[in-house]
């Protein structure tokens, strides 16, 4: 168990919806990362938050968008979805500001689009 | 462009058996090299970063090196337990503050 949670575990949704994934860092972790993983694109980052502000930016499409509040915990929006927004996305936390920190992955959020 | 090429996509080996998995680099300025193993269906785990070409670290089986353009990831005498898909990522000048993976290894161990 990394210490890092993700709620939902699952997601069904149609086109063109709206979802919000949620995650919690590590305690301690002040950086907040999130991923997408999808069969034909592997693993992608998509933004990251330190302490509030973001930090960097990955592909992150337009359609998406993600903020952490002041206890830390990080929503990611996707709007207007897609059959090709299906993925598996992960948050990850680590304690500092750069990249090359170690990071620590929650268990992830598999969202299906019909 | 940046690139990370990871390869075998996938390796059956025995117990026992020792073998290396490559992940070769195309970008310009690395500041980090990162291996991750990934289980089915659930998150990343970090094994190991590598700043500097000559750089090795071990964790029990395991080995990364890293050369100015590739890595490795040696398995020494692996147990079933290790089958897991391993990712290789990069993150350099020339991508900014991405962070660039590889597709992954898929390592099978029979016992």
């Known amino acids: 168990d990394s210490g890092v949670t993700q709620t939902p575990k699952h997601l069904i949704t149609a086109t063109g919806q709206r979802v919000t994934l949620r995650c919690s860092p590590r305690?301690?972790?002040?950086?907040v990362y999130w991923y997408q993983q999808s069969l034909d694109q592997g693993l992608q980052f998509l933004i990251q938050?330190?302490?509030?502000?973001?930090?960097a930016k990955g592909n992150i499409l337009e359609r998406f968008s993600a903020q952490q509040f002041p206890d830390l915990h990080s929503e990611l929006n996707l709007s207007s979805l897609e059959l090709g927004d299906s993925a598996l996305y992960f948050c990850?936390?680590?304690?500092?500001?750069?990249?090359?920190?170690?990071?620590?992955f929650g268990p992830g959020t598999r969202l299906t689009v019909l | 462009e940046d690139q990370v090429t990871q390869s075998p996509e996938a390796l059956r080996l025995q117990e026992g058996e020792s073998s290396s998995l490559n992940c070769s680099y195309t970008?310009?300025?690395?500041?980090?090299l990162f291996w991750y193993r990934q289980d089915p269906g659930k998150g990343p785990e970090f094994l190991f970063t590598?700043?500097?070409a000559g750089e090795e670290k071990e964790k029990e089986r395991l080995k990364a090196t890293l050369t100015k353009k590739e890595s490795f990831l040696h398995i020494t005498a692996p147990k079933p337990e290790d089958s897991a898909t391993y990712l290789c990522?990069?993150?350099?000048?020339?991508?900014?503050?991405?962070?660039?993976f590889g597709s992954g290894t898929r390592l099978s161990i029979r016992p």
């Open positions: 990850a936390s680590s304690l500092g500001t750069s990249v090359t920190d170690e990071q620590f």
């Open positions: 590598l700043y500097s």
């Open positions: 990522a990069v993150q350099a000048d020339s991508s900014a503050s991405k962070i660039i």
């Open positions: 305690s301690g972790d002040l950086s």
């Open positions: 938050y330190y302490n509030g502000e973001e930090r």
């Open positions: 970008v310009s300025g690395l500041r980090g």
